[in-house]
Nanobody, 121 residues
Framework: QVQLVESGGGLVQPGGSLRLSCAAS????????MGWYRQAPGKQRELVAA???????NYADSVKGRFTISRDDAKNTVYLQMNSLKPEDTAVYYC???????????????WGQGTQVTVSS
């Protein structure tokens, strides 16, 4: 089993910045993709950004140029740097990790508990 611990959410004014972190621990042999999703009240969960084991990134159109995803494989940690935040970025942000527990096992998806990001003046 894999545990994900998120941190870095909070309240910020429009135009401000936040950095989210998500550290994975437990039975980890290798980590494939890592990503961040968000869910606003009354809306479906959506992909914000993802990064592969090779470092290839993918962003939602709404955050391109403002958010940057990165990972530190030595720490099994993924980050989301969020700049120029807008009120519409307000949501609960969830970390997602796709990993294998051993050489022989298949990959599974794991979710963090979520961290609230509120952008308001």
């Amino acid at each position: 089993q894999v545990q994900l611990v998120e941190s870095g959410g909070g309240l910020v004014q429009p135009g401000g910045s936040l950095r989210l972190s998500c550290a994975a621990s437990g039975r980890i042999f290798s980590i494939n993709a890592m990503g961040w999703y968000r869910q606003a009240p009354g809306k479906q969960r959506e992909l914000v950004a993802a990064i592969t084991s090779g470092g290839r990134t993918n962003y939602a159109d709404s955050v391109k140029g403002r958010f940057t995803i990165s990972r530190d494989d030595a720490k099994n940690t993924v980050y989301l740097q969020m700049n120029s935040l807008k009120p519409e970025d307000t949501a609960v942000y969830y970390c997602n990790v796709n990993s294998r527990g051993s050489y022989y096992s298949t990959a599974n998806n794991y979710w963090g508990q979520g961290t609230q990001v509120t952008v308001s003046s």
